[in-house]
């Protein structure tokens, strides 16, 4: 898209303008100031620069035309030198047109404007929205500034590309043609209800989100990608043969250096607070109101008196997926400890304040299961699901749960955001999607990360204590976590070539079975799924046993089935790593020395023993060739974790010998 560019000097100083529809711009303007009008359209992305880098000079009051375009041309020739801009500035006739304050001519057909006419009719303009609103023309300004107020109401709070925007509008009375939405936007830009940027941009916030760190470079506003990401391609839109693409977010729609992206300016400072005098319940007495663990309600307090705390306070650097300065708190809970009722405390808080609350998770199946039970919590509160395909897209509700990736379309909405297995893949390592939290969040919002399994950066600042933090270190149900023995046996492969497996194995899947236990069964590749449960189904012919995997068409049906306890064996790879509770399970990790199996998939994987409160003991075999530092360190974890809430008097008192609870160390057996 081209755009045109403008100066107007206000009672002020002069302030630069673009313009999608330059006949608001010279409406809106007319009785306001002085507008010097360049009458050669320029890429969007080469405008948004250009605005951005003017700066108001005295001397500015007595310019000539040449002028004017010599100080534009002089910007973008030095810092959009490889971009065709198409801004050719030769000395055609009145490249810059001026309009002096005093604007003359609203009358009913045709305004005549002082100064050279710039090829805007802005009487045909009225008469275009006349014909479709049916007003007349002393109503017809009320009615577009209150569409256009409207409009950015609507997505405020929101980063929307055009295609985006005319979705969301789609269902409303803001129909007045195709562009129409352009003369709202531009309206409501001018007004200072929302900004007008490019989907590529330089100049982008450094210290403000993560990954950014030189301050040129070109980088994507939705999902903040920079150069390694970008294609050039000739464009129609804006004429320009290398217009600047970003191929990490393709899959969202074309964000172009030449395309508008609308951000809504979001409600500035904290939101209210509760009256003087009262004591808002969620901070005095979360174990009580949500029947919280001791364990758990110790970990709610803390995470609430880091929320009470100043955003100055409370800002830490960036950690994990935090931008730089963020406000950031971690839970550190291990797995099954009841994550999700700790942040209930959390959420009740923000709502008590009028405050509008994310979570977000990297995982769609996890939204689908978190939903109920935040509707469940929180049944006054308006609760909106986002994930691919929902069609809540445009909605907006109190609480938002969210899948990581729907994160891109928001711009500081949130005053908290939490930030459910940041360790998990999608967003683990994901500098796109850590941009887009971080960038949903407002300025003086907060955030609020969940992990059993924190990366080694965030547990490095939580040891050095630059990350403020609380730990669980117990399941809800008060029990040990079982603690994984080693059993040594050669590689997976090793034994489908010889179609035959090793006695110790046989002998600790036989010993779960005979306890009632469903078992697990993880390995590092798919291709050896069939062939394991084949070979298994030799060894225990009157035993279900099911395989699955990323690549199973049939996953979800499989993993039903073994919740039901139609299969007592279920061999997949880690894609049941987490957030898959089975009662009374045994776990058995193949390969564990593996180089695909970090220390955190290690801990996650072997959280899946022991879970129900029924049945709290389960047994855990890391099955490896040899012992590794992953190994080591996952086993290191669970027993710090389980020292500490004995420390912390969190066991229940009758708990079992320790060698059976704990899993009876972590030597070989």
């Given at each position: 898209m081209r755009v045109h560019l403008y100066t107007v000097k206000t009672e002020k100083q002069w302030e630069a303008y673009l313009s999608l529809d330059l006949r608001v711009d010279l409406f809106y303007w007319a009785e306001r100031g002085k507008l010097v009008v360049f009458r050669e359209t320029v890429p969007l992305g080469a405008a948004n620069y250009i605005v951005a880098q003017f700066q108001s000079e005295t001397k500015?009051?007595?310019?000539?035309?040449?002028?004017?375009?010599?100080?534009?041309?002089?910007?973008?020739?030095t810092d959009l030198k490889d971009f065709d801009t198409g801004w050719e500035g030769d000395n055609r006739n009145e490249p810059v047109v001026v309009f002096e304050k005093g604007i003359a001519g609203r009358g009913d057909s045709v305004w005549e404007w002082s100064g050279t006419n710039v090829g805007v009719k802005a009487g045909m303009f009225l008469g275009e929205i006349q014909g479709r609103c049916g007003l007349q023309t002393n109503e017809i300004w009320s009615r577009l500034n209150s569409e256009a107020e409207r409009m950015a109401r609507r997505i405020r709070g929101r980063a929307?590309?055009?295609?985006?925007?005319?979705?969301?509008?789609?269902?409303?009375?803001?129909?007045?043609?195709?562009?129409?939405?352009?003369?709202?936007?531009?309206?409501?830009?001018v007004r200072g209800e929302l900004d007008l940027a490019s989907g590529l941009a330089y100049k982008l916030a450094a210290r403000r989100f993560p990954g950014l760190r030189r301050q040129g470079e070109l980088r994507c506003r939705r999902c903040g990608s920079g150069a390694a990401q970008h294609h050039r391609t000739a464009c129609a839109s804006c004429g320009s043969a290398n217009c600047a693409y970003c191929e990490a977010c393709l899959t969202m729609g074309r964000s172009?250096?030449?395309?508008?992206?609308?951000?809504?300016?979001?409600?500035?400072?904290?939101?209210?607070?509760?009256?003087p005098g009262t004591r808002p319940r969620a901070a005095a007495e979360p174990q009580a109101r949500w029947r919280l663990s001791p364990a758990q309600h110790a970990a709610s307090r803390a995470a609430l008196a880091f929320l009470q705390q100043p955003c100055a306070a409370a800002a830490s650097p960036a950690a994990g997926g935090a931008a730089a300065g963020v406000p950031s708190f971690?839970?550190?809970?291990?797995?099954?400890?009841g994550k999700t009722e700790m942040i209930f405390p959390l959420i009740a808080y923000a709502l008590e304040r009028e405050q509008q609350v994310l979570i977000a998770t990297p995982r769609r199946d996890v939204v689908l299961e978190l939903q109920p039970r935040l509707q469940q919590a929180f049944p006054a509160d308006k609760l909106v699901t986002l994930y691919g395909g929902s069609e809540e897209r445009w909605?907006?509700?109190?609480?938002?749960?969210?899948?990581?990736?729907?994160?891109?379309?928001?711009?500081?909405?949130f005053d908290l955001v939490i930030i459910d297995e940041l360790d998990a893949f999608p967003y683990h390592n994901n500098e796109q999607l850590q941009y887009a939290a971080a960038k949903a969040c407002k300025p003086d919002g907060k955030f609020i990360f969940l992990s059993a399994t924190p990366p080694e950066p965030m547990q490095r600042k939580v040891r050095a204590g630059r990350l403020q933090h609380a730990k669980v270190p117990v399941r809800f149900h008060r029990h040990p976590l079982p603690v994984p023995r080693l059993l040594p046996i050669k590689p997976v492969h090793y034994y489908l070539q010889r179609?035959?497996?090793?006695?110790?194995?046989?002998?600790?899947?036989?010993?779960?079975?005979?306890?009632?236990?469903?078992?697990?069964?993880?390995?590092?590749?798919?291709?050896?799924?069939?062939?394991?449960?084949?070979?298994?189904?030799?060894y225990f012919a009157?035993?279900?046993?099911?395989?699955?995997?990323?690549?199973?068409?049939?996953?979800?049906?499989?993993?039903?089935?073994?919740?039901?306890?139609?299969?007592?064996?279920?061999?997949?790879?880690?894609?049941?790593?987490?957030?898959?509770?089975?009662?009374?399970?045994?776990?058995?990790?193949?390969?564990?020395?593996?180089?695909?199996?970090?220390?955190?998939?290690?801990?996650?994987m072997a959280g899946r023993a022991g879970r129900s409160k029924d049945a709290p003991y389960?047994?855990?075999?890391?099955?490896?060739?040899?012992?590794?530092?992953?190994?080591?360190?996952?086993?290191?974890?669970?027993?710090?974790?389980?020292?500490?809430?004995?420390?912390?008097?969190?066991?229940?008192?009758?708990?079992?010998?320790e060698g059976v609870a704990e899993g009876g160390g972590c030597g070989s057996s």
């Open positions: 500015m009051d007595g310019w000539k035309e040449g002028q004017w375009l010599a100080y534009m041309q002089k910007i973008y020739k929307l590309f055009a295609h985006e925007l005319q979705d969301m509008l789609g269902g409303t009375d803001i129909e007045h043609g195709v562009d129409y939405w352009r003369t709202l936007a531009q309206l409501a830009y172009r250096f030449c395309s508008p992206l609308l951000h809504g300016a979001s409600r500035t400072g904290r939101s209210h607070a509760p009256a971690l839970l550190w809970a291990v797995t099954g400890a909605t907006d509700g109190r609480i938002v749960l969210s899948t990581t990736h729907q994160l891109m379309r928001f711009w500081q909405k179609n035959t497996l090793p006695s110790n194995l046989i002998g600790k899947l036989q010993h779960s079975l005979d306890r009632g236990a469903q078992i697990f069964v993880f390995i590092t590749r798919i291709k050896h799924a069939e062939p394991l449960v084949r070979l298994l189904r030799r009157d035993i279900p046993i099911a395989g699955t995997s990323s690549a199973d068409v049939e996953r979800a049906e499989k993993v039903l089935g073994f919740r039901r306890k139609e299969t007592r064996m279920l061999v997949t790879t880690t894609i049941l790593e987490r957030g898959v509770t089975v009662p009374r399970s045994d776990v058995f990790i193949l390969d564990a020395d593996s180089s695909l199996f970090d220390s955190a998939s290690l801990v996650q389960g047994q855990v075999y890391f099955c490896a060739e040899y012992k590794n530092r992953s190994q080591m360190s996952a086993i290191r974890q669970i027993q710090a974790m389980n020292r500490l809430a004995r420390r912390e008097g969190y066991f229940q008192r009758e708990t079992r010998a």
